[in-house]
């Protein structure tokens, strides 16, 4: 697992430039303040597909990284399955972190 990445998503939350769970990810997605989606890699399947299908629809980089608990510990809280990243520069140096994203 690379600890850089959920160190950087830390960071972010420190910052306030994060929102979470599947609710606030979607209105994030919406609203157009999400520049990249990072989700555990073992969510729900109906909110695995929602949470794609947002994504493609607002044309967003998504990420599966890690396992929900991971994911809820380098955010600070409990049992969230995934994240929405609104700022730019750190959306940037997760991917990098990442390696890149497909499209």
């Given at each position: 697992?690379?600890?850089?990445?959920?160190g950087?998503?830390?960071?972010?939350?420190?910052?306030?430039?994060?929102?979470?769970?599947?609710?606030?990810?979607?209105?994030?997605?919406?609203?157009?303040k999400?520049?990249?989606?990072?989700?555990?890699?073992?969510?729900?399947?109906?909110?695995?597909?929602?949470?794609?299908?947002?994504?493609r629809?607002?044309?967003?980089?998504?990420?599966?990284?890690?396992?929900?608990?991971?994911?809820?510990?380098?955010?600070?809280?409990?049992?969230?399955?995934?994240?929405?990243?609104?700022?730019?520069?750190?959306?940037?140096?997760?991917?990098?972190?990442?390696?890149?994203?497909?499209?």
């Amino acid at each position: 697992m690379n600890d850089r990445l959920l160190g950087m998503l830390g960071m972010a939350v420190r910052a306030g430039k994060v929102s979470f769970g599947v609710f606030m990810t979607e209105k994030a997605l919406n609203d157009g303040k999400a520049c990249l989606v990072v989700a555990a890699e073992d969510m729900g399947a109906s909110n695995r597909r929602k949470i794609e299908a947002k994504c493609r629809e607002w044309n967003t980089d998504l990420i599966f990284y890690s396992d929900k608990e991971s994911l809820s510990r380098a955010i600070g809280k409990k049992n969230v399955p995934v994240v929405a990243v609104c700022d730019e520069g750190f959306g940037k140096a997760i991917v990098k972190i990442y390696g890149g994203v497909q499209k």
